[in-house]
């Protein structure tokens, strides 16, 4: 079953914060997330295996909460090149079949 | 080292025509996915094969829809006939490992007239 992203769209200025929310009606194993740019494939950012966890790149991060089925996803200081769309992956069995949410627009004006 | 390739990057055809959509992984991926996009429906996931055997194809919309890797540096994804609701870019990806990272190609936009 399809992960549920919120917003759809966010539309921020340089140097502000955003946070996109993914969640689950089914017990997650894993979440991923990626990142697409307009034309291009979609980009890996990051794995989160464990309920709890949190994991950083560069000046995005995400935290995993494994009991409210329930990711998240950080992005300090916004910067130009964070623009594009964002998915949520999750993987409910360990099979590694991977469900995207329907993503969320980001948009980053100077 | 090249990433996943996939061939053609853009199809035109009609309606009731024979669509192959080609993939290679990266070299020791063993796990290889194909996914369409549309704006209504997001990404879907159409089957992956882990090893060269197809493990899950409950994402694959009808018969007319088929896929095979007959090895672990090839797979192709064929629709016969092929519809206009078939318009989609179709993305294939590859990963090592039981939970890893997703490597996508470049996609394959497919235009159905």
């Not at chain 2, 796990?31 to 055997?53: A, H, K, P």
């Amino acid at each position: 079953q399809q992960p549920v992203q919120s917003p759809q769209a966010v539309i921020l200025r340089e140097g502000e914060d955003a946070v996109i929310n993914c969640s689950s009606s089914k017990a997650l194993y894993s979440v991923h997330w990626y990142r697409q740019k307009h034309g291009e494939a979609p980009v890996f950012l990051m794995i989160l295996l464990k309920g709890g966890e949190q994991k950083g790149h560069e000046k995005i991060s995400a935290s995993f909460n494994e009991k409210k089925q329930q990711s998240s996803l950080y992005l300090t200081a916004s910067q130009l090149s964070y623009s594009g769309t964002y998915f949520c992956g999750t993987e409910t069995s360990g099979a590694q079949k991977l469900v995207f949410g329907q993503g969320t627009r980001l948009t980053i004006n100077p | 080292d090249a990433g996943v390739i996939q061939s053609p990057r853009h199809e035109v055809t009609e309606m009731g025509q024979e669509v192959t959509l080609r993939c290679k992984p990266i070299s020791g991926h063993n796990s290889l996915f194909w996914y369409r996009q549309t704006m209504m429906r997001g990404l879907e996931l159409l089957i992956y094969f882990n090893n060269n055997v197809p493990i899950d194809d409950s994402g694959m919309p009808e018969d007319r829809f088929s896929a095979k890797m007959p090895n672990a540096s090839f797979s192709t994804l064929k629709i016969q006939p092929s519809e206009p609701r078939d318009s989609a870019v179709y993305f294939c990806a590859s990963s090592f490992g039981e939970v890893g990272e997703l490597f996508f190609g470049e996609g394959s936009r497919l235009t159905v007239l």
